[in-house]
């Protein structure tokens, strides 16, 4: 039976999802050594200096060199770089476990696989959490704690290698559940990608209106926009990655929203109250849910810190 337990982790970024694995693994002992590299020095030293990382390399291939588990903590669009990288310099531990944690499993599969040698476990991974914030001094041991971790292990994986990952996901705090890569990409394209693009939209087009100043934006953004402005203060290079990489099921869900956007419209155009009425009641019913399941909090304010800068501890 599978502890969950690695010699050595090598963390191939240690931001926000790569620090918090840190802290939650040392919380439980799941690891002898962790190490880890990032794009930049200065990330890397600190990571070393916040104790994130025993230590730090310049290159993801000197971090892999040797690791039982490699985390590729990366945005989507360059996995499949670094994963050539580790291949080409041989860096890679025969019997080793690779695994990821982007929010796209079909490209990461694609991009990835290719560059994976005989003798090494590749199971994708995404954990469903994650705040706005980034860079390793935003992460902490909690982060997984009652949140789902998919893993999409793609056929012919060794199910030894998935059963140790799916228990070192859930000694980090998380529910774990196996899928196709094509199928999580679905369910997330409407549970994450859309809504973060919307997100967006909505931040941008406030901004240009030119009947709103600046300044009417921010000041009253206490009641929904404000909600929507905290994923659109996520990491843009991330969610460029995340939409160029899931285009279909972006797409296909974009035009499922379009649909239901389109109805709301009419009812409101119409004066059809009983539409609004039983739309707005499913609505509140799936959120409901939601709270129930233990995604989220239906504390006051959505369990925000009332104090200093806005840190909510949401999924992503």
Known sequence: MSDGRFEKIALIGVGLIGSSIAHAARRVGLADRIVGSARTETTVQKALQLGVIDEG????????????????CAPVGICGAIAAEINAANAFRDGAILTDVGSVKAAIVDDVAPHVPAGVHFVPGHPIAGTEQSGPESGFAELFDNRWCILTPPTGCDPAAVSQLKVFWEKLGCFVQT???????LV?????????????NIVNTAAHLERVTDQEVIKFS???????TRIAASDPTM??????????????????????????????????????????????????GIVEAGQDTDAPDFGRRVTGASEPNTDE
Do not use: C
């Open 222 to 228: 206490a009641g929904g926009f404000r909600d929507f």
């Open 188 to 200: 997330l394209a409407i549970t994450s990608h859309v809504p973060h693009l919307i997100a967006f």
């Open 57 to 72: 390399f310049a290159s993801p291939a000197e971090a892999a060199n040797g690791a039982d588990l490699v985390m590729l």
């Open 239 to 288: 969610w460029r990655d995340v939409f160029l990489n899931n285009k279909e099921a972006v797409l296909e869900m974009l035009g499922r929203f379009s649909e239901d956007l389109t109805a709301l419209q009419r009812a409101i155009r119409f004066g059809d109250g009983d539409t609004l009425y039983r739309l707005f009641s499913d609505a509140r019913m799936l959120r409901r």
């Open 179 to 185: 899928m196709s890569p094509e199928h999580h990409d």
